[in-house]
């Protein structure tokens, strides 16, 4: 979702994009004062972290404190049922196939990330 801001102060109107993972690393690797390799490592092996904190051995959650809290709800599979109401044609009823076991990830804005925006 891009949005749009004035350039300069005057009609023209320049699009600002979302940052590309390469802008992310420069920006880090420029606030922390090191490499861009080494900021890169870095962001990679948060990815590590959160993937082991939400994989079936973790504790099912991941909290960057300040920030946002990651979440992993495991949903149960739900049978098929016939001759349910249909909530888009009333009067009608259909059949609702059924949904196997999943995954839900829920993640949730903190105190110091709503204070940002």
Do not use: W, Y
């Not at 092996?45 to 709800?73: N, Q, R």
């Not at 098929?80 to 009067?91: D, L, Q, S």
């Amino acid at each position: 979702m891009a949005k749009e801001k004035k350039c300069c102060g005057c009609a023209k109107k320049v699009e600002v994009k979302p940052l590309t993972k390469t802008q992310i690393i420069a920006g880090i690797a420029e606030k922390a004062e090191m490499t861009k390799k080494d900021a890169a490592k870095a962001l990679d092996a948060l990815a590590v972290v959160i993937e082991e904190s939400l994989s079936e051995e973790g504790a099912g959650s991941f909290t960057l404190p300040g920030l946002f809290k990651i979440e992993k709800k495991r949903v149960e599979a739900q049978p098929a049922k016939k001759g349910i109401r249909n909530p888009f044609k009333p009067g009608e009823l259909m059949d609702r196939p059924a949904k196997p076991a999943h995954n839900k990830i829920k993640v949730k804005a903190l105190k110091g990330l709503k204070e940002m925006a």
